[in-house]
């Protein structure tokens, strides 16, 4: 993985690859369906995968007929997020290591994600990490949502950088395969939410890593070599 001579950007999903917040999810699902009666069932989030914020609100709201709007859903769930986001959520590990990393290349960076603008917000602020990115782009503000290619060609767009010449991140293969229809090299990345679809993420992404001290480290020992 040639960083600096392949890439000109690098393109991250945001929960369960920037931020270890798929778990967050789960709850809200259970405490909002709850209030009506109803229980999540086991293949609930993998229906979900990859949809935007929006498609999924309309996709609850059309299921259980609940009697709230689509914005009023959204709302409710921004509502419910905000303070997991705010104070409870972490950066994945050695994720702020890999983005310092990143900008001593000289690359771009931009987030490519299903969640909301407002949630984005939130934990980008809340890790002071909002000015390393150039662009962000929800599925919301395109087309469709993932495994469409809208989200991640939209961010090329934006940043000025041919598909072929991005890196995206992702956790989960909806992810990947919207990322590789853009055209761009895929590198999944394991979370422990998604442990299950680790076979799949392997198959369907050009590379596959633990954490992003794999990455890391093998650029450190890669300039040893260089060197010795």
């Known amino acids: 993985m040639r960083m600096k001579r392949t ?7 945001l929960d369960g690859t920037l931020i270890d917040s798929m778990w967050v999810w789960s709850k809200i ?3 909002y369906l709850g209030r009506y009666g109803l229980e999540v069932e086991d293949s609930f989030e993998a229906e979900l995968e ?3 914020f929006t498609e999924t609100a309309v996709y609850v709201k059309e299921r259980f007929q609940i009697s709230e709007s689509v914005e009023e859903i959204k709302a409710e769930w921004n509502k419910m ?3 997991f986001y705010q104070t409870q959520v972490p ?4 994720v702020r290591e890999f983005l310092e990393f990143v900008e001593t290349q000289g690359l771009k960076m931009g987030i490519a994600t299903s969640n909301s ?3 984005v917000a939130i934990v980008l602020e809340a890790h002071d990490i909002r000015e390393k990115f150039q662009v962000i782009c ?7 949502g993932k495994p469409y290619p ?4 939209k961010v090329a767009q934006d940043l000025e950088v041919a598909p072929e010449r991005c890196l995206a991140f992702e956790d989960v293969p909806n992810g990947v395969l919207a990322a590789k229809r853009a055209g761009m090299t895929i590198c999944a990345i394991r979370d422990c939410q998604t442990v299950d679809m680790e076979k799949v993420l392997r198959q369907e992404a050009d590379y596959f890593v633990e954490d992003y001290k794999q990455i890391l480290d093998y650029y450190k020992n890669d300039y040893k070599k260089s060197y010795a």
């Open 91 to 94: 950066l994945k590990k050695h």
């Open 7 to 13: 890439f000109d950007a690098v393109i991250f999903d």
């Open 50 to 52: 990859g949809k935007s």
């Open 117 to 119: 603008q407002e949630l």
């Open 81 to 83: 997020a905000a303070e």
């Open 138 to 144: 929800t599925s919301c503000e395109v087309e469709r």
């Open 29 to 31: 699902d259970e405490a």
């Open 150 to 153: 809208y989200v991640y060609q």
